[in-house]
Each structure stands twice: as C-alpha cells, then as structure tokens.
C-alpha cells in the first residue's frame, strides 16, 4: 500500500512537472535558433566587411563557412530534431512575436516556429509563401494571438539578402479542408499566415488564414527601402480569395 502511494505522488507529480519542464525545453530550443540566426547575420556581415577590405578571415576566403551550409552543427548526442539553421525571421510587432522560420513543417520545426510550406512560394518570390504554425495553448507564443491581426497591420521577414514588409489585406476562418486560400499566384508576391481555429480546442474543425501582400524590401546590410510594384489592384485572384 506505501509503494502505491509512493508510486501515484511520483506519478502526479510527473504530470504537473511534464508541461512545465516541456515548455521551458521548447523556449531554450526557440532562443537557440534565433540565436542562431544573429550568428549568421554577424558572420555574413563580417564577411563582407572582411572582404571590401580584402582581409577575409582563414576558413572564409571561398565564401563558404559553417554558418551558410544551411545545417546546424550539433553536438554529438544531441537528439533535437532540428538539423537546418532558420531561413529567416518572422516579426509581427502588434502581437509582439518573433518566430524563427524553418523549410518544412515537421513537427520539430513547428515545435519551436514557423515552417514554409513545401510546394509554396520562396519568401519574397512571385507567388504565395505560405507560413504555418501552431496555435499554442501559451498567451504570445506561436501563432496564439494571430486572431488579433487586422487589415493594414506590418509584417516582416527577414532573410539573409533582403528583410520583406508585408501588409495585412485579409484574415478568413475557413473549414480545415478548405486549402483555396492557400493557391499561388504568379504576378504577385503574396505572404500568407495559416493557423488552426479555434484556440484551446482539440482537433480543431477550422483554419485562421491571414494574406498579404508585399509592400517593401530593404536590404538586410542597411540599404534603403526598394517599394515593391503591384501589376494589379487586387491580390488575391483567385474565387475565394
């Protein structure tokens, strides 16, 4: 009867610690993969600093260094599912996130981020870059507060060559086999945001979409702000969009 008691403390407690200790793993992984990326940053802009002085640091001559190999280096052992460095960062300054974006949407990446959706378009190409994340339980983590984006908000993404401003033109909740909102389109470069709806709900019948559109590039070295032409009014063509 005692090694019973001890075994239903031992196992409440386990249940209590679990979450806590979870979310805590997935906010240092998060950190580290932003972390990450401002490496990348500094290193490409001491590389190219290094090289319009023609004083390129040994190991970076080529151009090439462990930082733009697109792979994580991770230390033996290390069972973290995440093996590519972030291709950009997502900001959304009205819902105060900042989200490391990854290539793909497998559980790893969209454990701690936002993926691109494979098929979809590269971000800031002609077509539509879709971005998808989960909708965590947690206030301001993930895509949590994407519900409160209206019409005309900014979002940025910033990648290697270039950071990319978007502006909210839309947010729709559609049925989950609903994917119409997730078409390309070829003359224009459309960023859209996909979510599951509603929060704090288990197997969640809907989808929270957000589109947009680009508004401006500047690149990411500090040149100045290049406005992006639209060939249409409206951006979103396609029926349903």
């Known amino acids: 009867m005692r090694k019973l008691r001890l075994f239903l403390?031992?196992?409440?407690?386990?249940?209590?610690v679990?979450?806590?200790?979870?979310?805590?793993?997935?906010?240092?992984?998060?950190?580290?993969?932003?972390?990450?990326?401002?490496?990348?940053?500094?290193?490409?802009?001491?590389?190219?600093?290094?090289?319009?002085?023609?004083?390129?640091?040994?190991?970076?001559?080529?151009?090439?260094?462990e930082a733009d190999s697109g792979e994580e280096s991770l230390p033996a052992g290390d069972s973290t599912a995440?093996?590519?460095?972030?291709?950009?960062?997502?900001?959304?300054?009205?819902?105060?996130?900042?989200?490391?974006?990854?290539?793909?949407t497998s559980h790893a990446n969209l454990k701690i981020?936002?993926?691109l959706l494979e098929g979809s378009a590269g971000i800031g190409e002609p077509g539509n870059a879709v971005l998808t994340a989960h909708r965590s339980h947690t206030y301001g983590h993930l895509f949590n507060r994407l519900d409160e984006l209206e019409a005309g908000d900014v979002i940025k993404v910033s990648t290697p060559d270039a950071q990319y401003e978007y502006v909210v033109e839309s947010t729709a909740i559609v049925e989950a086999e609903d994917t119409s909102l997730l078409d390309s389109v070829r003359d224009e470069r459309i960023l859209t945001l996909y979510t599951c709806h509603p929060l704090h709900s288990i197997n969640p019948p809907n989808r929270l979409i957000?589109?947009?559109?680009?508004?401006?590039?500047?690149?990411?070295?500090?040149?100045s702000d290049a406005p992006v032409t639209r060939s249409s009014p409206n951006a979103l063509d396609s029926p349903g969009l």
Not at 9 to 16: P, Q, R, V
Not at 24 to 39: F, V
């Open 9 to 16: 403390i031992i196992a409440g407690l386990a249940i209590i």
């Open 18 to 65: 679990y979450p806590l200790l979870d979310r805590a793993y997935t906010r240092y992984c998060q950190q580290k993969a932003l972390a990450e990326w401002e490496a990348r940053m500094f290193l490409q802009e001491s590389f190219t600093e290094a090289s319009a002085s023609d004083s390129v640091p040994t190991g970076y001559r080529d151009g090439s260094s």
């Open 82 to 104: 995440i093996t590519q460095t972030p291709l950009g960062i997502l900001e959304i300054e009205k819902i105060a996130l900042k989200l490391p974006v990854f290539r793909g």
């Open 113 to 115: 981020g936002a993926g």
């Open 210 to 223: 957000v589109k947009c559109s680009m508004s401006g590039t500047s690149d990411t070295s500090g040149g």
